[in-house]
Antibody, heavy 118, light 107 residues
Framework: QVQLQESGPGLVKPSETLSLTCTVSGSSISGYYWSWIRQPPGKGLEWIGYISYTGDATYNPSLKSRVTISIDKSKSQFSLKLNSVTAADTAVYYC????????????WGQGTLVTVSS | EVVLTQSPATLSLSPGDRATLSCRASQSVSTYLAWYQQKPGQAPRLLIYNASNRVTGIPARFSGSGSGTDFTLTISSLEPEDFAIYYCQQRTSWPPAFGGGTKVEIK
């Protein structure tokens, strides 16, 4: 079955760069869009951006200046970089695959908590 | 940017009750709306897409309806595992966005 797994540091210092990787198994990278979504503790969900299997990335305007999403098809991985982080970026970060319809999020990773703190 | 407002914030019901959750959009999203279920410590699970289409494997007690700006998720008879937070999400307007959620709790 389709599985996604986030990995990366759980603690990032303010002003530094948050870096996460999502490893995909059970699904081809091709033909789908791969998203990052976050959820601050006790709060709702915020879509960060997606990347296509061709490498075209699109970002939430609220984060666009700080976000980069990339893809490595050979490793079945895609990655998130968020720079100049503050405490407001503390959240559970999820990677997700679409349903086969863009921007309906069908398969999700378990999520990883990233805390921004010195 | 479309804003999704969910109501009520909390719904207190008993197993076997019917649950009716509302999602209202600040402007029309046609039928491009989804519903997700999230349990504590878990990722959201996609239940319904395009307002009324159940995802494969989702029980028939979950149904969605609506179009334009007003949408409803109905759980016909609550099972113990249905007590969770439910989010709506639209994909019509940029960026895709989620509502604030409705918590369905045991009365």
């Amino acid at each position: 079955q389709v599985q996604l797994q986030e990995s990366g540091p759980g603690l990032v210092k303010p002003s530094e760069t948050l870096s996460l990787t999502c490893t995909v198994s059970g699904s081809s990278i091709s033909g789908y869009y791969w998203s990052w979504i976050r959820q601050p503790p006790g709060k709702g969900l915020e879509w960060i951006g997606y990347i296509s299997y061709t490498g075209d990335a699109t970002y939430n305007p609220s984060l666009k200046s700080r976000v980069t999403i990339s893809i490595d098809k050979s490793k079945s991985q895609f990655s998130l970089k968020l720079n100049s982080v503050t405490a407001a970026d503390t959240a559970v970060y999820y990677c997700a695959r679409d349903l086969g319809i863009l921007n309906y999020f069908h398969y999700w990773g378990q999520g990883t908590l990233v805390t921004v703190s010195s | 940017e479309v804003v999704l407002t969910q109501s009520p914030a909390t719904l207190s019901l008993s197993p076997g009750d019917r649950a009716t959750l509302s999602c209202r959009a600040s402007q029309s999203v046609s039928t491009y709306l989804a519903w997700y279920q999230q349990k504590p410590g878990q990722a959201p699970r996609l239940l319904i897409y395009n307002a009324s289409n159940r995802v494969t494997g989702i029980p028939a007690r979950f149904s969605g309806s609506g179009s334009g700006t007003d949408f409803t998720l109905t759980i016909s008879s609550l099972e113990p595992e249905d007590f969770a937070i439910y989010y709506c999400q639209q994909r019509t307007s940029w960026p895709p966005a989620f509502g604030g959620g409705t918590k369905v709790e045991i009365k």
